[in-house]
C-alpha cells in the first residue's frame, strides 16, 4: 500500500523567501514521486518527478525536490518565492502495483505568498 | 496539441438524474483515469482502465461506472448521482515510464448534485 503525507495544509512565506513544502510518503515497493501545481480554477501540471537515477530533481519554475530513501521524504523547495507561485501544491506516489497507474495522493499544501 | 479534454467544465444536476462527463485524450495513451477531488481530502481515483475494454475500481468506484469503447475516450457515468458526489472531478491519461506512469489532467469538471 502506499500513502502520502503533507505537513501543513497551508504555507504562508514573503515574497523572495524560501519555499519549503514537505511530503513523506510510505510505499511497499519501489516509489516514482511527483510534484503537481493546481492553480486557481485550473487542473494539475506536473512541476517535476523523480523515477530512478539522480535524487535530486528539477523542475519548472525553478522547483526542485530531493528523494531521501533514508527519510521516505520528497520535499518541493524554490529559493526565491514569487507572487506567481501561490498556488495548491500535491505530493504524489506511484509505484509497480496492480494498479499500475494509480497515483496516490496528498492532501495538498495551500501556498500563500505575501509582498 | 497534445491535451486531455473534459465536458462539461461546470454542471448542476437534481438527485437522480442520470449524467455522463466525458474525457477524452489525443495522446494514444493506453492508461486513463478518473479521480475526484475534496477539500481536505487531496484527489482520490474512482475508476482507471489500461486499455479498450479494460477497466477496474480505484479507491472510490461506489455511485459510478466508466466505459472504454475507444481508446480515446473515458467517459464518467453516474446513473443515479446524489449529493455526495458533488466534487471536483479529473479525467487523467498516462504514459509508461518503464514502471512508474506520468499522468496528464484535464481542466476538471466541477460536478454540483442538489
Known amino acids: 500500500a502506499q500513502s502520502v503525507t503533507q505537513l501543513g495544509s497551508h504555507v504562508s512565506v514573503s515574497e523572495g523567501a524560501l519555499v519549503l513544502l514537505r511530503c513523506n510518503y510510505s510505499s511497499s515497493v519501489p516509489p516514482y514521486l511527483f510534484w503537481y501545481v493546481q492553480y486557481p480554477n485550473q487542473g494539475l501540471q506536473l512541476l517535476l518527478k523523480y523515477t530512478t537515477g539522480a535524487t535530486l530533481v528539477k523542475g519548472i519554475n525553478g522547483f526542485e525536490a530531493e528523494f531521501k530513501k533514508s527519510e521516505t521524504s520528497f520535499h518541493l523547495t524554490k529559493p526565491s518565492a514569487h507572487m506567481s507561485d501561490a498556488a495548491e501544491y500535491f505530493c504524489?506516489?506511484?509505484?509497480?502495483?496492480?494498479?499500475?497507474?494509480?497515483?496516490?495522493f496528498g492532501t495538498g499544501t495551500q501556498l500563500k505568498v505575501e509582498l | 496539441e497534445a491535451q486531455v479534454t473534459q465536458n462539461p467544465r461546470y454542471l448542476i444536476t437534481v438527485t437522480g438524474k442520470k449524467l455522463t462527463v466525458t474525457c477524452s485524450q489525443n495522446m494514444n495513451h493506453e492508461y486513463m483515469s478518473w479521480y475526484r477531488q475534496d477539500p481536505g481530502l487531496g484527489l482520490r481515483q474512482i475508476y482507471y482502465s489500461m486499455n479498450v475494454e479494460v477497466t477496474d475500481k480505484g479507491d472510490v468506484p461506489e455511485g459510478y461506472k466508466v466505459s472504454r469503447k475507444e481508446k480515446r475516450n473515458f467517459p464518467l457515468i453516474l446513473e443515479s448521482p446524489s449529493p455526495n458526489q458533488t466534487s471536483l472531478y479529473f479525467c487523467a491519461s498516462s504514459v509508461d515510464l518503464g514502471g512508474a506512469y506520468e499522468q496528464y489532467f484535464g481542466p476538471g469538471t466541477r460536478l454540483t448534485v442538489t
Open positions: 504524489a506516489v506511484s509505484g509497480i502495483t496492480g494498479g499500475g497507474n494509480k497515483l496516490t
